[in-house]
């Protein structure tokens, strides 16, 4: 084994033990909380396409894989009691036809009690005879019914588990930092593709190829985006051939490792030195961003912080004729800017939790005229966040600005010559510390080997 992989497979050994314990006792103080004497979660089931006898993608469930890093196991389930080892009930069918889940191996399997069984159904006989104090996490299933539970996905257990997720264990952020590593390969091998020519589709499957991934185990689909199509910004095409005249490329793709994703946006020019200038410019502001978070900092000033660099960015490159101030104060930079600066990262891409106040309850708002933001909470150390700062020239918000008191303040000459580029975005992952943070991304762009 290669010194990197064992040091990487050392780690994830070393750091799942105390991870576990640190879930197990949260679900304990949780459990205790909301009145439920065990936990009972499903990893998902397989959603067959309607008339036909395949199915979809299978995607785990988030709150099965925070307990094991598996995720090729539908309708396997984690049953947690308080003071004894969780069990891992795992469905191996007798199926000629697909190949049933592995039985588990490596650093995680000996901290479970693990129980195959060769139907769903059969999943009940390798549970405690009395469930009644148990809660159920997970999609509702046919005979979940009469098992007995005390509750399907009860609102207080999930909100005190969902908030506790927000702060990541050493072993999480191992799993991170891998998923960044790998993204990182992707990211470069994409840029080789577009410096050669590559159509939207080529770029996917160099990103694929270098990280070693298929398309279903990333951890959302990848928005790559030649010209224009950087201005749309969840962008699916993936057009097969390359445009006549390539101008740019908005790469937004990650990566998932043990079930944790990273999130890494990269914008590239061809050949425009005045738009390779605006992706340095943009690339000064997200890192003068990055400077300032710490544990303590409030997510929402963070949003309000970006918008003023976002005006005085529009002032300086002419595409607006205002102060960064007025051009915040009029809505100008949301024309600009119509996204939220970041979000939680973790075992979903958009991780859950982001609003909450406490794990008792009640929600942070958004600041007004922000509703794209996702994340309203104050960063904690051991918050992972995505820092994603960008600009784009999107018709139909230009549009809107152009007839009304925003529209003098753009610059449409100017807006006119950047429209072909579609739009910039840099985005980092964040693991926050008590005094700064850790650039996940830019640390694994930093290792690659050459
Ligand atoms: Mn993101």
């Known amino acids: 084994m290669p010194e990197a992989v ?56 988030a709150p099965f894989k ?23 009930i795992l469905l191996q069918p007798r199926d000629y036809w697909y190949k049933s889940a592995q039985t588990p191996q490596g650093y995680w399997v000996e901290s479970f009690d693990i129980r195959p069984v060769a139907e769903r159904a059969l999943a009940r006989a390798q549970l405690p005879k009395d469930l009644s104090g148990a809660a159920y996490i997970g999609e509702p299933f046919p005979e979940l019914a009469s098992w007995g539970l005390k509750a399907t996905n009860p609102a207080a257990l ?14 999480e952020l191992a799993c991170l930092r891998e998923a960044s590593r790998l993204g990182a390969l992707g990211h470069r091998a994409a840029a080789e ?43 699916q095409v993936l057009a097969k051939r390359p445009p006549a005249e390539v101008h740019s490329l908005l790469i937004d793709a990650g990566v998932q490792s043990g079930g944790y994703a990273c999130d890494i946006t990269r914008t590239h020019a061809r050949e425009d030195a005045d738009f390779a200038a605006l992706i340095d410019r943009m690339d000064r502001m997200q890192l003068s961003l990055c400077a300032g978070i710490r544990a303590g900092v409030d997510w929402r000033e963070v949003q309000l912080r970006a918008h003023a660099l976002t005006g005085a960015l529009l002032r300086e490159a002419d595409i607006t004729l205002c102060s960064a101030e007025e051009a915040v104060d009029t809505g100008v930079t949301r024309v600009f800017l119509p996204h939220g600066i970041g979000h939680l990262l973790g075992l979903e891409v958009h991780d859950v939790g982001g609003f909450m106040r406490s794990p008792e309850g009640g929600d942070i708002p958004r600041p007004e005229g922000h509703p794209y933001l996702r994340l309203t909470r104050v960063l904690e150390e051991g918050f992972v966040v995505t820092m994603e700062p960008g600009i784009y020239f999107i018709d139909q918000l230009l549009e809107e600005a152009r007839g009304d008191a925003r529209g003098q303040r753009i610059n449409w000459t100017r807006v006119g010559e950047l429209s072909k580029f579609g739009g910039i975005r840099v985005e980092d992952d964040l693991a926050v510390t008590r005094t700064g943070c850790e650039n996940l991304t830019r640390d694994a762009f930093a290792a690659l080997p050459r």
């Open 6 to 61: 064992s040091a990487r497979s050392n780690e994830l050994s070393r750091t799942f033990g105390p991870h576990l314990a640190a879930v197990e006792r949260r679900t304990t103080d949780a459990l205790a909380a909301s009145g439920f004497s065990g936990l009972l979660v499903h990893s998902g089931s397989l959603l067959e396409v309607f008339q036909d006898d395949r199915t979809y993608p299978f995607q785990v469930n």
């Open 66 to 88: 925070v307990w094991v890093p598996v995720e090729d196991a539908p309708d396997s389930f984690v049953w947690f009691a308080p003071g004894a080892r969780p069990r891992l």
């Open 158 to 171: 999930m909100r005190r588990l969902d908030y506790a997720r927000a702060v990541k264990t050493p072993y």
């Open 193 to 235: 593709a577009f410096r050669g020519g590559a159509s939207e589709f080529e770029i996917e499957l160099a990103f694929l190829e270098a990280c070693g991934m298929r398309e279903q185990e990333l951890p959302y689909n990848p928005i790559i985006a030649l010209n224009e199509g950087g201005a749309v910004l969840h962008y």
